[in-house]
């Protein structure tokens, strides 16, 4: 615990600067958006559990170091406080009232059990908002489960779309549904933000993690409701156009090819050597063509096997065809287009050096968000940060000793 101030300084014309947020969420939808609002300049506080949030020992670490909280918690202050306790409770309450934003994950009636809730808290801070990222919501028969990504990645109708079609569901192999959630709560905080303009308060935002995967399931919902159909899984391809699959290069790489556009698949049988395809009725539509995919496969297939990957970009970028190569991360920092975006940012950090991650998702023309330092040590900005709200070193060194900070 040291009161050592964060490398790079707050930026005060960043697009949210003056916004202040306490993250008081784990693993791994509410701290994201925590992030990503941080990234754009608000002031986020991380608030963790004396014993140090799950994300530190979630994952790959190196020197003891996890390197997941180095990049879900960029751009936080980190404070340690334990909120079970009345003591953690009333410098709670103190943080509150000057915030703009609380972000937990706690199961419903937690913060209410701990004198917490929405009702308390709204006392203090009538403009407070409120996110409550949770796996079932704030109500239902399922809202005290226990509630984790892979739940909703399973309940939402992603992985049971997803897979070969005569093998089992499949999972996505990393947090895909609390990434998507992330993004919906942080628009959803700023919707809640923007309408405080107008009202003058605050409201809770009630974000169930199984619900924003079904947005992007696009027309499944209305297909189910008005022609009772089911999407089946159909490995890499599409039920909706063809050519769409990945397809193996001559040096062992892959590549992916997409015809969403009628263009594009006109575009794509030219350059294969089967310009006799694009005559048939059948091609004009997508979902016909989708019905032909396997002749169409072996076209494609064929010819992108006797060519190397970079042949096979050179000849689709010439023709104006859409292709891509199925890249690992080695790919994506190396990759010239990564490079000219800066999707991958350099920073310090106090433990490890240099290091290097994502950086934040969009650029802005004027107020661009930036990563300013990565996740800290645990507690390095406690005593900073508690001793706003009259917590002496004193009083800071007492509560240390109780495992309260």
Request: charged share 25%.
């Amino acid at each position: 615990m040291t009161d050592t101030p964060p490398a790079v300084p707050d930026t005060p014309g960043a697009a949210l600067a003056g916004i202040k947020v306490l993250d008081i969420a784990t693993l791994f939808a509410g701290p994201l958006a925590a992030t990503l609002l941080a990234d754009f300049g608000a002031d986020v506080t991380k608030i963790e559990h004396p014993k140090g949030d799950p994300v530190r020992s979630h994952g790959a670490s190196k020197d003891g170091v996890g390197l997941w909280w180095k990049m879900l918690s960029r751009n936080k202050k980190a404070v340690t406080l334990y909120l079970g306790s009345p003591e953690g409770q009333d410098i709670f309450r103190r943080m509150v009232a000057d915030a703009d934003v609380v972000i937990e994950n706690f199961r419903p009636g937690t913060l209410e059990r701990w004198g917490l809730g929405y009702d308390t808290l709204s006392e203090i801070n009538p403009r407070l908002v409120l996110a409550r990222v949770t796996g079932f919501g704030q109500r239902g028969p399922y809202a005290q489960r226990p509630g984790f990504g892979t739940l909703a990645e399973a309940m939402s109708g992603f992985a049971a779309i997803t897979g070969q079609p005569d093998g089992p569901p499949t999972l996505p192999p990393f947090g895909l549904a609390d990434g998507i959630s992330a993004l919906t709560a942080a628009f959803g905080i700023m919707t809640a933000l923007h309408a405080r303009e107008r009202t003058g308060r605050g409201q809770v935002l009630d974000l169930a993690i199984i619900e924003p995967m079904i947005t992007l399931l696009g027309p499944q919902a209305i297909a189910y409701d008005q022609l009772g159909e089911l999407q089946p899984r159909t490995g890499n391809r599409s039920v909706n156009n063809a050519p769409r699959n990945i397809y193996r290069t001559k040096d062992g790489s892959w590549v992916a090819v997409s015809t969403s556009a009628q263009s594009i698949a006109e575009r794509v049988m030219r350059l294969v050597g089967h310009p006799e395809y694009v005559d048939e009725p059948w091609f004009a539509s997508g979902a016909e063509r989708a019905r032909h995919a396997d002749e169409l496969d072996e076209a494609v297939g064929s010819w992108i096997a006797e060519r190397t990957r970079s042949e096979v970009v050179a000849a689709f970028e010439e023709a104006q065809a859409a292709v891509a190569p199925i890249y690992d991360m080695r790919d994506i920092f190396e990759d010239p287009q990564f490079q000219a975006l800066e999707t991958i940012t350099t920073v310090e950090d106090e433990e490890l050096g240099t290091i290097r991650f994502q950086n934040v998702p969009f650029r802005l023309s004027d107020t661009p968000g930036a990563v300013r330092w990565p996740g800290p040590r645990k507690g390095r900005d406690t005593a900073e940060v508690l001793g706003r709200y009259g917590v002496s070193a004193d009083e800071l060194a007492a509560l240390a000793e109780r495992g309260i900070v």
